[in-house]
Protein backbone atom coordinates (compact mmCIF):
# COMPACT_ATOMS: atom_id res chain seq x y z
CA UNK A 1 0.00 0.00 0.00
CA UNK A 2 1.14 3.51 -0.62
CA UNK A 3 -2.02 5.31 -0.03
CA UNK A 4 -1.11 7.60 2.74
CA UNK A 5 -4.52 8.08 3.85
CA UNK A 6 -4.69 6.72 7.30
CA UNK A 7 -8.43 6.93 8.18
CA UNK A 8 -8.60 3.94 5.64
CA UNK A 9 -6.07 1.85 7.60
CA UNK A 10 -9.08 0.65 9.64
CA UNK A 11 -10.49 -1.09 6.48
CA UNK A 12 -6.92 -2.89 5.90
CA UNK A 13 -7.41 -3.69 9.16
CA UNK A 14 -11.03 -5.47 8.47
CA UNK A 15 -9.34 -7.06 5.65
CA UNK A 16 -6.69 -8.77 7.46
CA UNK A 17 -9.45 -9.97 9.47
CA UNK A 18 -11.17 -11.45 6.77
CA UNK A 19 -8.40 -13.21 5.85
CA UNK A 20 -7.17 -14.37 9.03
CA UNK A 21 -11.47 -15.59 9.77
CA UNK A 22 -11.06 -17.58 6.11
CA UNK A 23 -7.17 -19.00 7.03
CA UNK A 24 -6.88 -19.03 10.74
CA UNK A 25 -3.67 -20.60 10.00
CA UNK A 26 -2.32 -17.24 8.88
CA UNK A 27 0.46 -15.80 11.44
CA UNK A 28 -0.09 -12.17 11.93
CA UNK A 29 3.29 -11.42 12.70
CA UNK A 30 4.54 -12.60 8.66
CA UNK A 31 2.09 -9.96 7.37
CA UNK A 32 2.07 -6.71 9.91
CA UNK A 33 4.34 -4.59 11.44
CA UNK A 34 4.88 -5.06 15.24
CA UNK A 35 3.26 -1.70 15.60
CA UNK A 36 0.24 -2.79 13.83
CA UNK A 37 0.26 -5.94 15.89
CA UNK A 38 -0.49 -4.63 18.86
CA UNK A 39 -3.16 -2.50 17.70
CA UNK A 40 -4.55 -5.12 15.80
CA UNK A 41 -4.74 -7.33 19.26
CA UNK A 42 -5.48 -4.49 21.45
CA UNK A 43 -8.77 -3.29 18.61
CA UNK A 44 -9.41 -6.15 16.56
CA UNK A 45 -12.56 -8.14 17.87
CA UNK A 46 -15.43 -9.86 16.12
CA UNK A 47 -14.31 -7.37 13.20
CA UNK A 48 -15.31 -4.41 15.92
CA UNK A 49 -15.58 -1.09 14.29
CA UNK A 50 -13.43 0.25 16.67
CA UNK A 51 -10.50 -0.28 15.04
CA UNK A 52 -10.85 1.82 12.46
CA UNK A 53 -10.04 4.73 14.45
CA UNK A 54 -7.35 2.45 16.02
CA UNK A 55 -5.45 2.64 12.97
CA UNK A 56 -5.71 5.99 12.11
CA UNK A 57 -3.24 7.06 14.07
CA UNK A 58 -0.11 4.86 12.33
CA UNK A 59 0.62 5.80 9.06
CA UNK A 60 -0.20 3.60 6.52
CA UNK A 61 3.28 2.50 5.12
CA UNK A 62 4.30 1.43 9.02
CA UNK A 63 0.97 -0.99 8.69
CA UNK A 64 2.22 -3.93 7.26
CA UNK A 65 5.76 -5.48 6.25
CA UNK A 66 7.40 -4.87 2.92
CA UNK A 67 6.67 -7.90 1.35
CA UNK A 68 2.98 -8.59 2.97
CA UNK A 69 1.02 -9.29 -0.51
CA UNK A 70 3.41 -12.56 -1.04
CA UNK A 71 1.72 -14.06 1.56
CA UNK A 72 -0.08 -17.39 0.27
CA UNK A 73 -3.14 -16.58 2.30
CA UNK A 74 -3.00 -12.86 1.11
CA UNK A 75 -2.55 -13.66 -2.25
CA UNK A 76 -5.31 -16.29 -2.20
CA UNK A 77 -7.87 -13.76 -0.58
CA UNK A 78 -7.08 -10.86 -2.75
CA UNK A 79 -7.25 -13.33 -5.98
CA UNK A 80 -10.64 -14.71 -4.41
CA UNK A 81 -11.72 -11.55 -4.13
CA UNK A 82 -11.02 -9.88 -7.19
CA UNK A 83 -14.13 -8.83 -9.14
CA UNK A 84 -14.42 -9.92 -12.64
CA UNK A 85 -11.69 -13.49 -12.24
CA UNK A 86 -15.03 -15.37 -11.79
CA UNK A 87 -18.55 -14.88 -13.49
CA UNK A 88 -21.54 -13.50 -11.23
CA UNK A 89 -24.91 -14.55 -12.13
CA UNK A 90 -27.39 -11.97 -13.51
CA UNK A 91 -26.99 -8.26 -14.20
CA UNK A 92 -25.13 -6.01 -12.10
CA UNK A 93 -25.81 -2.21 -11.62
CA UNK A 94 -22.52 -0.63 -10.27
CA UNK A 95 -22.78 2.97 -7.97
CA UNK A 96 -19.37 5.18 -8.09
CA UNK A 97 -19.46 8.72 -5.95
CA UNK A 98 -17.37 10.78 -7.95
CA UNK A 99 -15.66 12.26 -4.73
CA UNK A 100 -15.47 8.07 -3.28
CA UNK A 101 -11.57 8.38 -1.88
CA UNK A 102 -12.60 4.51 -0.95
CA UNK A 103 -13.67 3.17 -3.89
CA UNK A 104 -12.31 5.46 -6.84
CA UNK A 105 -13.58 6.47 -9.90
CA UNK A 106 -10.81 4.93 -11.76
CA UNK A 107 -10.82 1.52 -9.86
CA UNK A 108 -14.28 1.11 -10.52
CA UNK A 109 -13.89 2.10 -14.08
CA UNK A 110 -11.39 -0.87 -14.29
CA UNK A 111 -13.41 -3.26 -12.41
CA UNK A 112 -16.34 -2.46 -14.48
CA UNK A 113 -14.24 -3.01 -17.52
CA UNK A 114 -12.62 -6.40 -16.26
CA UNK A 115 -16.56 -7.26 -15.37
CA UNK A 116 -17.62 -6.09 -19.20
CA UNK A 117 -15.00 -7.87 -20.91
CA UNK A 118 -15.53 -11.10 -18.86
CA UNK A 119 -18.84 -11.05 -20.84
CA UNK A 120 -20.70 -9.40 -18.13
CA UNK A 121 -24.08 -7.34 -18.16
CA UNK A 122 -23.29 -4.42 -16.25
CA UNK A 123 -24.63 -1.24 -15.93
CA UNK A 124 -22.41 1.38 -14.39
CA UNK A 125 -23.09 5.01 -13.01
CA UNK A 126 -21.03 7.84 -11.59
CA UNK A 127 -22.09 10.27 -9.36
CA UNK A 128 -20.17 13.33 -9.57
CA UNK A 129 -19.68 15.05 -6.05
CA UNK A 130 -20.61 12.62 -3.94
CA UNK A 131 -18.14 10.41 -1.49
CA UNK A 132 -18.44 7.30 -0.24
CA UNK A 133 -21.19 7.30 2.39
CA UNK A 134 -22.86 10.10 0.59
CA UNK A 135 -23.09 8.29 -2.46
CA UNK A 136 -25.48 5.65 -0.74
CA UNK A 137 -28.34 7.94 -0.20
CA UNK A 138 -27.62 10.24 -2.96
CA UNK A 139 -27.96 6.77 -5.56
CA UNK A 140 -30.48 5.30 -3.64
CA UNK A 141 -33.51 5.94 -5.80
CA UNK A 142 -31.52 4.85 -8.67
CA UNK A 143 -30.77 1.87 -6.87
CA UNK A 144 -34.78 0.84 -5.59
CA UNK A 145 -35.68 1.78 -9.31
CA UNK A 146 -32.89 -1.02 -10.83
CA UNK A 147 -33.89 -3.16 -8.54
CA UNK A 148 -37.82 -2.79 -9.15
CA UNK A 149 -37.59 -3.33 -12.60
CA UNK A 150 -35.68 -6.66 -12.22
CA UNK A 151 -38.35 -7.82 -10.10
CA UNK A 152 -41.04 -6.66 -12.67
CA UNK A 153 -39.04 -9.02 -15.08
CA UNK A 154 -37.45 -6.21 -17.32
CA UNK A 155 -34.04 -6.68 -18.46
CA UNK A 156 -30.89 -4.95 -17.40
CA UNK A 157 -29.70 -2.40 -19.42
CA UNK A 158 -25.75 -2.58 -19.76
CA UNK A 159 -23.44 0.59 -20.29
CA UNK A 160 -20.81 -2.07 -21.24
CA UNK A 161 -19.50 -1.18 -24.56
CA UNK A 162 -20.62 -3.69 -27.46
Keep these: ?3 KQPLLNGLLAFMVYG ?30 SAAAGAFSVLPTEEMFKPDWRDNRYIETFLERNRPGAKPIYGPMLVVTGGADVLFTEQASRRI ?6 AGQKIQHRVYPGLGHDPLVYGSLPDQLRWIAVRFAGEPA ?3 CPE
Design 112 to 117: VGRLCK
Design 1 to 3: MTD
Design 19 to 48: VKSLYPELDLKEILTDKALALYNASVEDGC
Design 157 to 159: ATT
